[in-house]
């Protein structure tokens, strides 16, 4: 068994040092515009030029695979650290997972983001409703009534809205998986990307069942401070998500404050 477990850490840790390339042809075609970076490389005493081709896509996607075998790693260091009963060491690598889940996760390439506003949420498409409520059960399963949310789980869910988006982009539950994602992100606490999501919701949808410019107003507001942005999305919101009275009432009273403050 302690073999078994050493071998599968010593298999994770390969991979990170080899790291991959994305698989999905389409991530080519988002960022086509290539970087090329030069660094000296000396041997004996001649120094010749070494030359890398690469682009943001490819850096990211390294990155996050590199991150997710880390993670794994400790995870199955732990488990050997158990397996054998070395509490010290067992303590060491549960330490080290904490700070490694503390630790912000920036995701640099931002789906809500490559994907254009100009998107349409407007066909019905089964396989698209099944991944979505697949994410939805995903999302649901991560966050438990009374009981501390699975953050690892949630990832699983932001990674399958993401999915459904990607596949299907005309299908009308876009908005839907938008305006979940952002909710996920709030609570990670990556407002900027938050704050895209609710904007893709009612841009892909103008009509889209959710407060989203009200969400994404509070964003702009409270937490990026661009009251100036704020403003102008809390009057829209106000017409155009008026069905919500809890929400419109919050609106016109920071309306008033922020037209009041910048008077």
């Known amino acids: 068994?302690?073999?078994?477990?050493?071998?599968?850490c010593v298999a994770v840790l390969l991979f990170?040092?080899?790291?991959c390339q994305p698989t999905d042809p389409s991530l080519a075609q988002r960022l086509p515009q290539r970087t090329t970076y030069t660094s000296p490389a000396v041997t004996g005493d001649a120094t010749s030029q070494v030359t890398s081709s690469t682009d943001e896509i490819?850096?990211?996607?390294?990155v996050a695979s590199h991150r997710r075998a880390y993670r794994q790693s400790l995870v199955l260091l732990t488990q050997h650290y158990n397996v054998v009963g070395n509490n010290r060491k067992l303590d060491w690598a549960e330490e080290e997972l904490r700070a490694l889940d503390r630790m912000p996760q920036y995701r640099y390439i931002i789906d809500a983001e490559v994907l254009p506003p100009t998107l349409t949420a407007s066909e019905r498409l089964p396989a698209a409703d099944t991944l979505y409520l697949n994410a939805v059960e995903t999302q649901r399963e991560a966050e438990p009534i009374g009981i501390l949310k699975d953050e690892e789980l949630l990832?699983?869910?932001?990674?399958?809205?993401?999915q459904m988006i990607r596949k299907y982009p005309t299908s009308d539950k876009i908005d839907?998986?938008?305006?979940?994602m952002a909710g996920i992100y709030e609570y990670f606490k990556d407002y900027e990307i938050a704050l895209l999501c609710y904007q893709r919701a009612y841009q892909w949808d103008p009509d889209t069942p959710y407060p989203a410019r009200f969400m994404a107003?509070?964003?702009l507001d409270k937490r990026l401070h661009r009251r100036a942005e704020a403003l102008e999305l809390y009057q829209e919101a106000?017409?155009?998500?008026?069905?919500?009275p809890d929400w419109k009432a919050y609106g016109e009273r920071r309306i008033k404050e922020l037209s009041q403050a910048t008077q």
């Open 1 to 8: 068994m302690t073999r078994t477990v050493i071998t599968a």
């Open 217 to 219: 107003a509070q964003i």
């Open 58 to 62: 490819d850096l990211v996607e390294q």
């Open 155 to 162: 990832r699983v869910a932001l990674d399958k809205y993401n």
């Open 176 to 180: 839907d998986a938008a305006y979940r």
């Open 16 to 19: 990170m040092t080899t790291g």
């Open 238 to 244: 106000v017409l155009r998500e008026a069905k919500y």
